[in-house]
Every structure is written in structure tokens, then in C-alpha cells.
């Protein structure tokens, strides 16, 4: 079966500009979530949606948004971007509790 | 405030030994627990996970024990191999919750 499909794999930003990063879940999988990965912090919580829901979400500000459509494809939207936003953003598709698949991430840099 | 912790950034062992990788946890709410391999630049690949009402679950090369009473697990490879150098992650979930809190990673290195 397909996997996780994230896109896209690479990104640069200038500061102040805003992104938007695509995740495309395992089919039959309506739960997605996002994770953000920098070297200081580790994998960070980001949100959670199910059936176009947001479900849950971690502790960063406001510029971080994201939303699922109605096929369960799901978007996160930075604004605002600063130098700290660089990272490895990742996807993750659940059916069920503890059945988590990652995409291969979007690695973004901002300058 | 980190809920789950790997205190050991780094790990070497020889090939065909024992790898042992640990993780503890301070959150009593947790109740699933998983490890996942990474390389940089790629997504976790899932490896193995254990459920609060176990203690051990077995796939394979790969073993995980759970200590609720010591809110510690542990990972343990027999035999490691060559291919299974990487960055390990611990990560929980509490019930119902599909938000995965991760350790900071154990970078495992087997010499062949």
C-alpha cells in the first residue's frame, strides 16, 4: 500500500514569508498529525486532526496552523516565517491508536 | 518540562552483540509505548511498541520491556547488526490521545 506522501521534500523561505506543506495520509487512514523536528527540541507535537477536525494541539504559537480536508489530506501553514521555524516537519497517518506511519518530511529552511 | 526522556545520546556496540536502549517516562497518563528508527532526513520507521497491560512484547531481533512500576522501557536488539546504526526514538501516548511525546533520541552505532 501507499505510504505517507508529504511534499514538498525541500523548501527554502525567506523570513516574514509563509509556507504551506501538503501531507497525503495511507488510504482509510483519517487521523493526521504533525510533528516538527529541530536538533535542539527533538520531535515537537504539533496538531492533530481527524475527519476535518482539529483533535489536539501542542504548544506553538499561533503562526502555526493547519487544517484536513474532507479525503483526510491534510496542510499545516506557517506565517510569519523567522530563522527559529527551520526544520524537519513531518507527517504521520493513524488508523487507530498506536498505528502511527511517517511520511519522509518536508525539510524546511528559512533565510 | 520532558515527559519522556532517553538519557544516553549515543550508543556503540559490536556487531552480533546486544544493543541496549532505554527510555523513562513521568507521565502516569501514558499507556502506549513505541520506538522508531530514523535516519537524518527521513521519517521514523516504526519498530516495535508495547501496551501498558504488558510487560513484554517480542517481534524478531527486537524486544521491548516495560517497568510501569519504574515508569521505564527498555529496547533491546539481539544480534545487532551493522544496518541497524541509527537514531532511535522512545515515544507515548496516553488513551485515547493520538499525540505521540517523543525522547530527544539514542544514536545507535554497531561496528561490524
Known amino acids: 500500500k501507499a505510504g505517507v506522501t508529504q511534499t514538498p521534500r525541500y523548501l527554502i523561505k525567506t523570513r516574514g514569508q509563509q509556507v504551506t506543506l501538503s501531507c497525503s495520509p495511507i488510504s482509510g487512514h483519517r487521523s493526521v498529525s504533525w510533528y516538527q523536528q529541530t536538533p535542539g527540541q527533538g520531535l515537537q507535537f504539533l496538531f492533530e486532526y481527524f475527519s476535518e477536525t482539529q483533535r489536539n494541539k501542542g504548544n506553538f504559537p499561533g503562526r502555526f496552523s493547519g487544517r484536513q480536508f474532507s479525503n483526510s489530506r491534510s496542510e499545516m501553514n506557517v506565517s510569519t516565517l523567522e530563522l527559529g521555524d527551520s526544520a524537519l516537519y513531518l507527517c504521520a497517518s493513524s488508523f487507530y491508536q498506536g498505528d502511527y506511519t511517517f511520511g519522509s518530511g518536508t525539510r524546511l529552511t528559512v533565510v | 518540562d520532558q515527559q519522556v526522556k532517553q538519557n544516553s545520546p549515543s550508543l556503540s556496540v559490536q556487531e552480533g552483540r546486544i544493543s541496549i536502549l532505554n527510555c523513562d517516562y513521568t507521565?502516569?497518563?501514558?499507556?502506549?509505548f513505541l520506538w522508531y528508527k530514523k535516519y537524518p532526513a527521513e521519517g521514523p520507521t516504526f519498530l516495535i511498541s508495547i501496551s501498558s497491560i504488558k510487560d513484554k512484547n517480542e517481534d524478531g531481533r527486537f524486544t521491548v520491556f516495560l517497568n510501569k512500576s519504574a515508569k521505564h522501557l527498555s529496547l533491546h536488539i539481539v544480534p545487532s547488526q551493522p544496518g541497524d546504526s541509527a537514531v532511535y526514538f522512545c515515544a507515548a501516548s496516553a488513551v485515547s490521545n493520538y499525540k505521540l511525546t517523543f525522547g530527544k533520541g539514542t544514536l545507535l552505532t554497531v561496528n561490524p
Open positions: 507521565n502516569s497518563m501514558f499507556d502506549y
